[in-house]
């Protein structure tokens, strides 16, 4: 079993869809977690737009509540996959020697744009960008 953590600025719309994708497409081979950068959301839902973004795509992000990234979270994972290039620096910065090597973008080459302050159709392309990927982290196992 591996461990992942999906990380994005605020664990409020792209970490915690991840989460949820890659814990369906994953099963019992991944425990998957989420976090923020920021604690601006600590402890509220995810953000209505990704929520009915999810829905469309059969996933369902409700009994999410956003958390901050802790130290603890960083141990705790295998891989740390960062959304975008600005999270993966940050995380650099703040992780240590010692989780360094576990970091990566969630999409390996390219960035999982935020849709924050966009339409519907941002959160809709978002959402099928992360379900895709999902791919990468599970072994490209459907299920």
């Not at 839902?45 to 509540?65: E, Q, V, W």
Request: hydrophobic residues 40%; proline residues 4%.
């Amino acid at each position: 079993m591996r461990n992942l953590l999906a990380v994005c600025l605020g664990n409020y719309c792209r970490s915690p869809f991840a989460q949820t994708a890659l814990t369906r497409r994953g099963g019992e081979t991944v425990t998957v977690r989420s976090a923020g950068l920021i604690g601006k959301w600590q402890d509220q839902p995810a953000n209505p737009s990704m929520i009915s973004a999810a829905r469309r795509l059969g996933f369902d992000l409700t009994p999410h509540r956003a958390q901050q990234i802790t130290l603890e979270m960083l141990d705790w994972a295998d891989d740390v996959l960062a959304m975008d290039a600005s999270v993966l620096e940050t995380l650099q910065a703040i992780c240590g020697e010692a989780n360094e090597r576990k970091l990566g973008l969630y999409l390996r080459d390219r960035d999982v744009p935020d849709p924050m302050g966009q339409g519907d159709d941002a959160f809709d392309g978002c959402a099928v960008l992360i379900e895709a990927g999902t791919a990468l982290h599970t072994g490209g196992r459907r299920l």
